[in-house]
């Protein structure tokens, strides 16, 4: 094999992995930032669950009155 297409070879090759290593740090961001959401929601659907818990204990049959139009 010649020198000049090994080297063209070997160029390619680094291009090929600097991006695949550009990709997989940009995935990487992105499920970082997945996460953080996910945690945020999580504990946001906590603090809903705890509110709609505390909203049902105040009532006698932990259920809501019908419309007044019934």
């Known amino acids: 094999?010649?020198?000049?297409e090994h080297h063209g070879r070997m160029a390619d090759m680094e291009r090929r992995i600097a991006e695949q290593d550009r990709v997989i740090a940009d995935l990487n961001d992105m499920v970082v930032a997945q996460w953080r959401k996910i945690d945020?929601?999580?504990?946001?659907?906590g603090e809903l669950r705890e509110e709609f818990?505390?909203?049902?204990?105040?009532?006698?049959?932990?259920?809501?009155p019908p419309p007044p139009h019934y």
């Open 1 to 4: 094999m010649p020198a000049d």
């Open 40 to 45: 945020n929601l999580d504990r946001r659907l």
């Open 53 to 64: 818990d505390a909203s049902a204990a105040g009532r006698p049959d932990g259920r809501e």
